[in-house]
């Protein structure tokens, strides 16, 4: 996976973090959305086994408008340009009308369809993440790692990176292939109670 903080550029983000001042968001919801029929619920099921139980409440949706949450995951088919057949007209839109602070497109996408349609930044802050390659099983597990460091309080960029270091490193063919901006920079999780997860 890479990193790439401030990737498309424009204008700075609402949110203003720091790794000493992140934004703690305390019992996060997640959502899925899928927009891509009987292979993105396959992949949903999956996603929401391995790692729904980690949060307070999961929430699930086959249409739009998204679901309510701080965590959203996202699986469509995006076209180069959004035209009838794409249900999603802007990326970005979409985030913010979920008001989730971390998006994941979690199908696989072209890398250069994604830069075609998220476009600039906007105001609304958040960290979000492009699939290229799932990587089969490895998706899961890596998402499943991620926030379980973050609901032990490391912040995202930070538990990104101890997972998928940057430079060659034999991890990279573990992990799935994506594209991670930062935009939000560093959140992390707490929790209301003090009881850790024990697994599905």
């Known amino acids: 996976m890479s990193l790439f903080s401030k990737l498309f550029g424009g204008i700075a983000s609402a949110v203003t973090t720091t790794l000493t001042r992140p934004l703690r968001i305390q019992d996060p919801t997640i959502g899925f959305l899928n927009l891509c029929g009987e292979s993105g619920a396959r992949l949903l099921q999956a996603d929401k086994q391995a790692f729904g139980p980690l949060f307070s409440q999961v929430r699930v949706s086959d249409s739009l408008p998204p679901p309510q949450c701080e965590v959203l995951f996202i699986y469509c088919r995006l076209s180069p340009q959004a035209d009838a ?18 998006a994941v497109f979690a199908s696989e996408n072209d890398p250069n369809v994604y830069i ?22 490895r998706f899961a597990a890596f998402f499943q790692q991620l926030f ?3 609901f032990e309080g490391q ?11 940057q430079g060659p ?13 930062a935009e939000a920079g560093h959140v992390t999780f707490t929790r209301t109670s003090n009881d850790r997860w024990r697994g599905p």
């Open 169 to 181: 490193s034999p991890k990279h063919a573990e992990n799935p292939s994506s594209v991670f901006a």
């Open 85 to 102: 057949s794409d249900p999603i007209s802007s990326p970005r839109d979409l985030i913010e009308s979920a008001r989730a602070y971390i």
């Open 155 to 165: 912040t995202m960029p930070m538990a990104w990176v101890k997972l998928a270091p």
């Open 116 to 137: 075609k349609r998220m476009g600039k930044r906007t105001d609304w802050g958040a960290n979000i993440v492009m699939v290229i390659n799932r990587n089969g099983d």
């Open 148 to 150: 379980t460091a973050m």
